[in-house]
């Protein structure tokens, strides 16, 4: 698709339902949908607020030489249509005393977050399980939590999920069998990454002690699509039985582990906040917000703010650039994050200027895209070449 000059080669998920015209604005971003980090565009229709249907409507490689080249796959292509779904979390919801979950406003939401974990324990109680597809500044305002509540180093555990993509042996452009963007920062930034022989996240300890009934409250981030943290049967299955007393789930998506939570608290996709992410090689990434969250859905660096508030614990934080700052100064003299705090994120641009602005070398692909000018007329002998020193050609008699 991205190397035909014509437009002759599309795709089913995009043919007939969008013309480039309609996509008006572009965001230059990454895929955060593996560890291998592609350099991306966003494309967004030009939709009001009110009208159905998706702004996020097509992801196209981005050429970078050290990480993707010119190349993506077709999970990071195609699977983005989540991100809009109707399964998105808009507003936060809580267990009432009937067992069925209501939407409340974030003020409820987390006046009794507060009540219910004093009721488990306190603070201290509580046990973090996070998925890999946090950000920098996500497992960091965690760090500051469980820091601040006292959790052990043994009540935090992170997990992403491995798949098995099979490509040929030979090939230059590799996918990684880990669904997550962020398994390098959360080892660098301190956190408990186990891997088993495969690759996959290794939470056995972890998972003993919540099936076992030895925690009281358990707070579970997972700000990815459906399944990338990994298997959450147990979870689920410890809440049903009684042995888990309190369920908070922050996320994205109503998934079957939403469902049995206490509280659920909807937060933002990697498309919808400025986040940081530590690749496979270990390069840091910035991922630029695209689109806003859905309804009262937010930044899930607010939410911890928030949640820390809630619990006594100050987090004087206003936007995500704050809390990278920190983060920077905390990994100060580790290798590969000394341009953190000065990580460049871009805001939705003109599709016409991306064009122009674009690396010289691909604009054959693009122009294509943008051809609004008024249909060449060949009727007549066309007007000779103002280029200068260019050669005009005269009609040969015969």
Same mark, same amino acid.
């Given at each position: 698709m991205d190397v035909c000059p014509v437009g002759a080669i599309t795709t089913r998920d995009y043919r007939f339902k969008s013309r480039p015209w309609d996509n008006p604005e572009a965001v230059d971003t990454i895929c955060t949908f593996c560890e291998k980090g592609c350099n991306t565009t966003e494309w967004l229709r030009a939709k009001p607020e009110w009208?159905?249907?998706a702004r996020l409507i097509r992801v196209t490689p981005r050429y970078n030489p050290d990480v993707n080249g010119y190349w993506m796959c077709d999970i990071g292509r195609f699977d983005y249509h989540w991100i809009e779904s109707d399964d998105r979390l808009q507003r936060p919801l809580l267990r009432t005393g009937a067992g069925a979950q209501e939407p409340v406003d974030w003020r409820e939401a987390l006046t009794k977050l507060a009540d219910y974990v004093t009721? +488990?324990?306190?603070? #201290?109680?509580?046990?973090?399980?996070?998925?890999?597809?946090?950000?920098?500044?996500?497992? @960091?305002?965690?760090?500051?939590?469980?820091?601040?509540?006292?959790?052990?180093?043994d009540g935090v555990a992170v997990g992403w999920r491995t798949r098995e993509k099979p490509q040929p042996s030979q090939t230059k452009f590799r996918i990684?069998?880990?669904?997550?963007?962020?398994?390098?920062? +959360?080892?660098?930034? #301190?956190?408990?990454?186990?891997r088993d022989a495969n690759g996959a996240a290794n939470?056995?300890? @972890?998972?003993q002690a919540v099936e076992q009934g030895r925690v009281k409250a358990l707070y579970v981030f997972d700000p990815g699509p459906n399944g990338s943290i990994g298997d959450v049967s147990w979870i689920v299955a410890a809440r049903h039985s009684g042995k888990l007393p309190l369920l908070i789930v922050q996320g994205v998506l109503f998934s079957h582990l939403a469902k049995a939570a206490d509280i659920v608290l909807p937060g933002a996709s990697s498309s919808e906040k400025d986040a940081s992410y530590v690749n496979e090689q270990g390069r840091v990434q910035a991922s630029s917000s695209a689109i806003v969250p859905p309804g009262d859905a937010q930044e899930d660096w607010q939410v911890?703010?928030?949640?820390?508030?809630?619990?006594?614990?100050?987090?004087?934080?206003?936007?995500?650039?704050?809390?990278?700052?920190?983060?920077?100064?905390?990994?100060?003299?580790?290798?590969?994050y000394a341009g953190l705090a000065m990580l460049a994120f871009v805001r939705p641009v003109s599709a016409r200027n991306w064009l122009q602005a674009s690396n010289p070398s691909e604009r054959w692909k693009w122009d294509v895209m943008f051809q609004d000018l008024p249909p060449v007329k060949f009727a007549g002998r066309p007007e000779p070449t103002s280029i200068p020193g260019a050669i005009v050609l005269q009609k040969v008699e015969r």
């Amino acid at each position: 698709m991205d190397v035909c000059p014509v437009g002759a080669i599309t795709t089913r998920d995009y043919r007939f339902k969008s013309r480039p015209w309609d996509n008006p604005e572009a965001v230059d971003t990454i895929c955060t949908f593996c560890e291998k980090g592609c350099n991306t565009t966003e494309w967004l229709r030009a939709k009001p607020e009110w009208a159905k249907g998706a702004r996020l409507i097509r992801v196209t490689p981005r050429y970078n030489p050290d990480v993707n080249g010119y190349w993506m796959c077709d999970i990071g292509r195609f699977d983005y249509h989540w991100i809009e779904s109707d399964d998105r979390l808009q507003r936060p919801l809580l267990r009432t005393g009937a067992g069925a979950q209501e939407p409340v406003d974030w003020r409820e939401a987390l006046t009794k977050l507060a009540d219910y974990v004093t009721a +488990a324990g306190g603070p #201290g109680a509580l046990r973090f399980f996070v998925s890999a597809h946090a950000s920098l500044e996500e497992l @960091f305002l965690i760090g500051r939590l469980g820091s601040a509540f006292g959790v052990p180093e043994d009540g935090v555990a992170v997990g992403w999920r491995t798949r098995e993509k099979p490509q040929p042996s030979q090939t230059k452009f590799r996918i990684s069998a880990v669904d997550a963007p962020n398994v390098n920062g +959360a080892r660098d930034l #301190g956190f408990p990454v186990n891997r088993d022989a495969n690759g996959a996240a290794n939470v056995t300890a @972890f998972r003993q002690a919540v099936e076992q009934g030895r925690v009281k409250a358990l707070y579970v981030f997972d700000p990815g699509p459906n399944g990338s943290i990994g298997d959450v049967s147990w979870i689920v299955a410890a809440r049903h039985s009684g042995k888990l007393p309190l369920l908070i789930v922050q996320g994205v998506l109503f998934s079957h582990l939403a469902k049995a939570a206490d509280i659920v608290l909807p937060g933002a996709s990697s498309s919808e906040k400025d986040a940081s992410y530590v690749n496979e090689q270990g390069r840091v990434q910035a991922s630029s917000s695209a689109i806003v969250p859905p309804g009262d859905a937010q930044e899930d660096w607010q939410v911890f703010v928030n949640v820390g508030r809630a619990l006594g614990a100050a987090l004087e934080y206003t936007s995500s650039a704050a809390v990278r700052g920190d983060v920077a100064g905390a990994m100060k003299g580790h290798e590969g994050y000394a341009g953190l705090a000065m990580l460049a994120f871009v805001r939705p641009v003109s599709a016409r200027n991306w064009l122009q602005a674009s690396n010289p070398s691909e604009r054959w692909k693009w122009d294509v895209m943008f051809q609004d000018l008024p249909p060449v007329k060949f009727a007549g002998r066309p007007e000779p070449t103002s280029i200068p020193g260019a050669i005009v050609l005269q009609k040969v008699e015969r």
